[in-house]
């Protein structure tokens, strides 16, 4: 099956408003450029994005924050992005703030179809708010349920016409966990290779969760904070 599409443009063609989507990446690292400009060009609104955080003021996600197409944010980290900070001061959008490791399991157990889980991370912070609580061995922990979207945008750095993905270094971070999640996973990858020449023991997400795949173009791979090490006399 060729899963092929033309273009991001293309890859996003029946997003409409009020969709859940599921965007990869941390900070600036492997996230799906492409198709963030893509779903801007295409200005639907009252977006719910689950993401680790918001890209910067105009890049990554800020782009949609600019433009108000972001109704919710779900996400851990929100530092990097002044609109970010003032829509959610404001009180211009929904934010729902999770601590790391949780937003990264609730992602994963979406995937694996497993309803909700306990933790104990959270337990006695504003975190536990509304949460169903139970003690296990002696501790308390928090029922936390699964994230699940319509769609997930993910950014790999090798793929084929099947879908089957290869990320590079540290862009392998919520994209592959992302990709089960979600009832169309769109993927934009570097290099898009013929079928068959990625070695089987090498594919980090196997092409049967996505349903879409294009070769993204112009990459800026921007870097938050760029930090130089003096050098050496």
Known sequence: MNKVVANAAEAVRDISDGAVLMVGGFGLCGIPENLIGALHDRGVKNLT????????NDFGLGILLQTRQIRKMISTYVGENEIFEQQCLKGEIEVELVPQGTFAERIRTGGAGIAAFFTPTGV?????????????????????????????????WK?????????RKTAR???????????????????????????GDHIHTPGIFVKRIFQ?????????????????S
């Open 173 to 199: 971070n919520f994209n592959p966990m992302m990709a089960t999640a979600a009832r169309i996973t769109i993927a934009e990858v570097e290099e898009l290779v013929p079928v068959g020449s990625i070695d």
């Open 124 to 156: 006695g912070t504003l975190v536990e708010q509304g949460k169903e609580k139970r003690v296990f061995d002696g501790r308390e922990y928090l029922l936390e349920k699964a994230l699940k979207a319509d769609y997930a945008f993910v950014k790999a």
């Open 159 to 167: 793929g084929d016409a099947m879908g089957n993905l290869v990320y």
């Open 49 to 56: 994005v689950i993401s680790n955080n918001a890209g910067v």
């Open 216 to 232: 993204g173009v112009g990459y800026e791979k921007r870097i938050e904070k760029r930090t130089n090490r003096p050098k050496s």
